[in-house]
C-alpha cells in the first residue's frame, strides 16, 4: 500500500465548478505539500501545511493530522487550472527527515 | 531570479553510455534533491543533499552519482545508462524557515529532464 494516496485518479469538471481533490497518508509526517504539473512537465509548489488551512487565490489547502487527511479545493474553476495535482508528504523519520513521499497525482480536466 | 536551471531538456542515450544531468539553484538554498518521474507513478527521490559537501542516497539510488561542491549545483552522474533509467528526471531545492513554533518550507523545480536509453 502506499504511504500516499490521492483521489481521484482522474477529474473531469466544467468550468466554474467547485473541485475537490483528497490526499490521504498513513503515517506520522511533519508536513504536507500540494504541487501543481501542467502539460509539458514543470513542477510548481502551491502550498506546505502542517496544520489547518491555507488560501490563495481561488485555491484553498486543508489539513487534517488525526484523520491523516487533506483536501485541495479550486473555486470556480477555469481551463486554465487543467493540471495533475500532487500531494507529497515529509514523513517523520527521526534525524533524516529530508524526503518527500509523493502521490502519484490526480489529473484534472477543467472543460470551457 | 532564475531560480532552478536543469539541463538538458532531451536527451537520447545508447545502452552503456554516460551523461551528466545539470542542476543549479540561485536562491541560496541548502537542500536540493534529484527525483525521476515515471508514467503513472509519484514522484521517487533518487539522491538529496543537506548542504555543499554533503550528499545521501535516497529510494532509488543504483545506477547514479552526485556531488555537491557549491551550494548552486548539484549535478547528476549516470554511469553505463540502462533502459530502466529511461525517465523523466526533476531536480529541485528548498529552503526551510521556522516561523514561531511553525515551519514554512517552499520546493522549486527545475523544468525537468525527458531521457530515453536506448
Known amino acids: 500500500k502506499n504511504e500516499v494516496e490521492q483521489s481521484p485518479q482522474n477529474l473531469t469538471a466544467q468550468e466554474g465548478e467547485f473541485i475537490t481533490i483528497n490526499c490521504s497518508y498513513s503515517?506520522?509526517?511533519?508536513?504536507l505539500h500540494w504541487l501543481q504539473q501542467h502539460p509539458g512537465g514543470g513542477i510548481v509548489s502551491l502550498f506546505m501545511?502542517?496544520?489547518g488551512k491555507k488560501k490563495h487565490g481561488r485555491l484553498i489547502a486543508t489539513i487534517n493530522i488525526q484523520e491523516k487527511h487533506s483536501s485541495l479545493h479550486i473555486t470556480a474553476s477555469h481551463p486554465r487550472d487543467s493540471a495533475v495535482y500532487i500531494c507529497a508528504v515529509r514523513v517523520n523519520s527521526g534525524g533524516s527527515n529530508y524526503k518527500l513521499t509523493f502521490g502519484k497525482g490526480t489529473l484534472l480536466t477543467v472543460n470551457p | 531570479n532564475a531560480g532552478v536551471t536543469q539541463t538538458p531538456k532531451f536527451r537520447i542515450l545508447k545502452i552503456g553510455q554516460s551523461m551528466t544531468l545539470q542542476c543549479t539553484q540561485d536562491m541560496n538554498h541548502n537542500y536540493m534533491y534529484w527525483y525521476r518521474q515515471d508514467p503513472g507513478m509519484g514522484l521517487k527521490l533518487i539522491y538529496y543533499?543537506?548542504?555543499?559537501?554533503?550528499?545521501d542516497k535516497g529510494e532509488v539510488p543504483n545506477g547514479y552519482n552526485v556531488s555537491r561542491s557549491t551550494t548552486e549545483d548539484f549535478p547528476l552522474r549516470l554511469e553505463l545508462a540502462a533502459p530502466s533509467q529511461t525517465s523523466v528526471y526533476f531536480c529541485?531545492?528548498?529552503?526551510?524557515?521556522?516561523?514561531?513554533?511553525?515551519?514554512?518550507?517552499?520546493?522549486?523545480f527545475g523544468s525537468g529532464t525527458q531521457l530515453s536509453v536506448l
Open positions: 543533499s543537506v548542504g555543499a559537501g554533503i550528499t
Open positions: 503515517v506520522g509526517i511533519s508536513a
Open positions: 501545511l502542517s496544520s
Open positions: 529541485a531545492s528548498s529552503y526551510y524557515r521556522r516561523t514561531g513554533i511553525r515551519g514554512d518550507e517552499k520546493l522549486f
